[in-house]
Every structure is written in C-alpha cells, then in structure tokens.
C-alpha cells in the first residue's frame, strides 16, 4: 500500500516536470533557451575567471553521481549495519527518486543544451532539468535529515549547508555552460517537491511507529 501511494507521488512530480518543461518550450528560441536563460548565461560567460571555474567544477563534481553514488551507498551500508532500515531506505528513495524523476523528465521533454562551444566541462544528454541540480538538493537535504537522528542540534546548522552546497551546485553547471538556469530552478522545484513527499511520508511513519501498540491495533 505505501509503496503504491510513493508511486502515485512520484507519477504526479514527474507530470508536473514534464508540464514545466512545455511551458518553458512556449518561451523557448530555436536553441532552446528563453531570453532570460540567455542574458544570464551570456553574463556569466563573460565574467568567468580561473579561480571561479576551478570552484564550479569542484562544485560541479560534488553532485554528480560520482561523488553522492559511493556517499549514499556507505550511509546506507552503515544504517543498515545499525539496524536502521527506515532511514536507509528513506536516504535510498530520496536520491534514487530523484534520478529517476529527472531521467524521465529528460526523456520526455528533450530540451537542448546550451551551445557547445562554451562548455568547460562534458555533459551527455538533453538539458531539462538539470540532474546534479535535482539530485544535489534531494540528497544533501535527506543525508542531512538521517545525521539530525545522532546530531539533533547540528539539523538548523545541517540544513543551511545543504541549500547552499546545492545553490552552488546548479550556479555551477550555468557558469560551465552545460544547462540554461531555468534547468537549474526546475530541477530545484522537482527536488523539493520529491524531499518533501518522502520526508513526509518518513514523518508519518515514524510517528505510527512511536504509538503504543494497541493504539496502532485501533487504528488499523
């Protein structure tokens, strides 16, 4: 049952992504950018610097499938290891729900990247929306919801990290040429929208558990 209601959520995210990604084809130039992706990417490229590029590719490579592949797979062998299995699946549902979403998203919607004669790095694949974007965000905010069940106190402090390692993530793959911002901002939408349903869906299931067994007998 719960599994069924996980899918139905995941089914109405990706709906609402691919109708971004339509909208945005309304708005879109032959090279699949809006006017505003192309005065901000144009900006950008123009004001790049050695030591900016240095920091985006840093940044780029923190939230690629690279790094939070092998990050994701220890925390959850060590949940698993502490008899933690809800927290390792949330942390597994969370990232892998997002690269599902926006795989799909990619799929279905096609956009082009942005010209490749400004890339400072390689990418494959279309443009909307950005993955590093999606998953960044959905696995930095889930890692940081599993480590506030030891550190408490570190969940405000957590939480600041985690938006701002994913704000730096997606202004990097701008900066690098390989998406238009509105990839970015999608992706952001797509990820909060996915966080939040699994962290939900985390919420409630931990409070069932926590009633007393015969309560949960009567409700059930």
Do not use: N
């Amino acid at each position: 049952m719960l599994l069924t209601v996980v899918l139905v959520w995941f089914a109405v995210v990706l709906g609402c992504a691919i109708a971004i990604g339509e909208l945005l084809r309304l708005a879109e130039h032959r090279d699949g950018s809006t006017s505003f992706d192309q005065s901000i990417t144009s900006w950008l490229v123009v004001h790049r610097a050695h030591g900016f590029t240095t920091v985006a590719r840093w940044l780029s490579t923190l939230g690629s499938q690279k790094v939070l592949l092998p990050v994701v797979g220890i925390v959850a062998m060590a949940l698993v290891g502490r008899r933690r299995f809800g927290l390792a699946g949330l942390l597994i549902v969370a990232w892998g729900g997002a690269i599902g979403l926006y795989s799909l998203s990619k799929y279905f919607v096609g956009r082009h990247r942005p010209p490749a004669d400004i890339w400072l790095t390689r990418a494959a694949g279309t443009s909307f929306p950005s993955g590093h974007a999606t998953q960044s965000l959905c696995t930095f905010l889930a890692l940081v919801f599993v480590g506030a069940v030891w550190l408490p106190r570190a969940r405000g402090l957590g939480r600041v990290l985690a938006l701002f390692l994913a704000a730096g993530v997606g202004w990097s793959r701008v900066y690098l040429g390989v998406h238009w911002t509105t990839d970015v901002g999608s992706g952001w939408l797509i990820a909060t929208a996915w966080i939040t349903i699994v962290l939900w869906f985390a919420g409630t299931a931990q409070s069932i558990e926590q009633r007393p067994r015969g309560e949960r007998a009567g409700k059930s």
